[in-house]
């Protein structure tokens, strides 16, 4: 037996953390072969960004951190919406910023209401959460480089990458 034993399932966070990680080790444990994909799905992503000439290059290992979860079924799933998603929000802020012609002001609240309405829905679908992510990252970023069509493209293209 161990040092410790915890007193029901739900306490193993109250193991000391060698315990912890002589568990999570192996590479039969649930955890390890997990850690050991997204460890070189970030390199390759993270060498991808260098080797791409993009202004943002850091989204693709960004994107690879946010759609890899521990299942392939789920990390496809979330890989397609997010795809999707990122493109929808491209084409809506590349529609949406020549038509209205914002102001400071009227970006302002266009960028909050694209984060409110993201986070709202974060846990429903992850599809419409990337489209108003990326509306909300372009705008944002309006404020720091005025281009806002040279950033929808970067994001995009770093999100298909």
């Given at each position: 037996?161990?040092?410790?034993?915890?007193?029901?399932?739900l306490?193993?966070?109250?193991?000391?953390?060698?315990?912890l990680?002589r568990a999570?080790?192996p590479?039969?444990?649930t955890?390890?072969?997990p850690a050991?994909?997204?460890?070189?799905i970030l390199a390759?992503?993270?060498a991808?960004?260098?080797?791409?000439?993009l202004?943002?290059g850091?989204?693709?290992?960004l994107?690879a951190?946010?759609?890899?979860?521990?299942?392939?079924?789920?990390t496809?799933?979330?890989?397609?919406?997010r795809s999707v998603?990122?493109i929808l929000?491209?084409l809506?802020t590349?529609?949406?910023?020549?038509?209205?012609l914002?102001t400071?002001?009227?970006?302002i609240?266009l960028d909050?209401l694209?984060?409110?309405?993201?986070f709202?829905f974060l846990n429903?679908?992850y599809?419409?959460?990337?489209?108003?992510l990326?509306?909300?990252?372009v705008?944002f970023l309006t404020?720091?480089?005025p281009?806002?069509?040279?950033?929808?493209?970067?994001?995009?293209?770093a999100?298909?990458?």
């Amino acid at each position: 037996l161990p040092p410790f034993s915890p007193p029901c399932r739900l306490c193993r966070c109250l193991r000391p953390p060698p315990v912890l990680l002589r568990a999570t080790l192996p590479l039969r444990s649930t955890a390890c072969r997990p850690a050991i994909r997204l460890g070189v799905i970030l390199a390759i992503a993270t060498a991808l960004s260098r080797l791409f000439p993009l202004q943002r290059g850091y989204w693709i290992p960004l994107t690879a951190l946010f759609v890899l979860k521990p299942d392939f079924t789920t990390t496809f799933a979330r890989g397609a919406a997010r795809s999707v998603g990122t493109i929808l929000g491209a084409l809506l802020t590349t529609l949406l910023v020549p038509l209205l012609l914002p102001t400071d002001r009227v970006l302002i609240l266009l960028d909050a209401l694209a984060a409110f309405i993201a986070f709202t829905f974060l846990n429903v679908n992850y599809a419409i959460f990337s489209s108003f992510l990326t509306i909300e990252v372009v705008i944002f970023l309006t404020f720091v480089a005025p281009r806002p069509f040279v950033t929808t493209f970067d994001l995009t293209l770093a999100t298909v990458i």
